[in-house]
């Protein structure tokens, strides 16, 4: 009798280790993203979907947000354990320095993946043709705390300008856009994936111009804010643009809580590569390993590192 009581005991410790081991496993995640007419959320949205069905055991739900500075603070708080972020933001956290120079170092958050090129885009009505005409004008320089309002800084400070020249409003980029068609503002920064549904949108029933970061001021910038890349965006990718302009770029980039285990993650990076083709959005065309770590100085989180030293990226 005692043995069988044993056994039975024994049993359920057994099924109660291996229930309490699949369930440390399973991962309900939250990801912020951005506005919802920018490209966080549309591209998110997608990755989130891949994540849920192609990662055994993970949900990711998604939600809107203020972007990359605010997405830094929703990981710390809890609120989030995946976003998406500009790889100068997730630097600025990390190390407490320009954006987060007042709130301090935010070190709650590593690394997964770099994905695409955040493309730096001035957009100005009709009579608008430079950055130097800005001067003087209402412009929407993205969300107040945004990497959006902080790249409109570093861009005006290139052409040697700063806010004091101009009126500044703080504006989404559904809200720019809209603002700008109703001639409240005169011209608006957005940092994001292009083509982006906002100026898409815009351009189909607006005449407007994209504004060129001539070599000159991307160089200069550049050496100031080495994080910074030159862009073109191609004739074409909206409406009346025909020719190709140039810009400047900096990388949308994964960034996932330190408190989501080593396993999940490295889950997520290789599917992320693996089934890009599930993604069914332009930016996924851009998921390259090598370009996902190039660049990046912030720590990788474990398991993103172990997947990109498994494929070689890393050593």
Known sequence: ?????????????????????????????KMATGGTTGTYYAFGGLAAQMFTEKVENVNVTIHSSGAS???????????????????DVAYYAYNGTDLFAE???????????????????????????????????????????SGTEFNARQILEAYGMTFEDITPFNLSFGDSAEALKDA????????????????VDLCTTQDVNLLEVDDAHAAALMESYPFYTQYTVPGGSYMGIDSDVKTV????????????SEDVVYAMTKALFENKDSIVHDKAKELDPAYAVAGISVPFHPGAEKYFKEIGVLS
């Not at 003087?136 to 993205?142: A, L, M, N, P």
């Not at 011209?187 to 100026?199: H, K, Q, S």
């Not at 770029?249 to 989501?260: L, W």
Request: proline share 1%; charged share 25%.
């Open 103 to 145: 709130d301090g170092a935010e070190k709650d958050f590593s690394v997964m993946a770099a994905a695409y090129a955040e493309v730096c885009q001035v957009i100005g009505k009709g009579d608008i043709t430079s950055i130097e005409d800005l001067k003087g004008k209402k412009v929407s320089v993205g969300d107040a705390g």
């Open 184 to 199: 409240k503002i005169d011209a608006f920064f957005c940092v994001a994936g292009a083509p982006t549904t906002a100026i």
């Open 249 to 260: 770029a900096v990388k949308a980039t994964f960034v996932v809580s330190n408190k989501v």
């Open 69 to 87: 500075k605010t997405n830094i603070f929703e990981i710390a708080d809890g609120d989030a354990d995946i976003a998406l972020v500009q790889n």
């Open 1 to 29: 009798m005692k043995k069988k009581i044993l056994s039975v005991v024994t049993l359920l410790l057994l099924m109660t280790m291996i229930l309490g081991a699949c369930g440390s496993e399973a991962a309900d995640l």
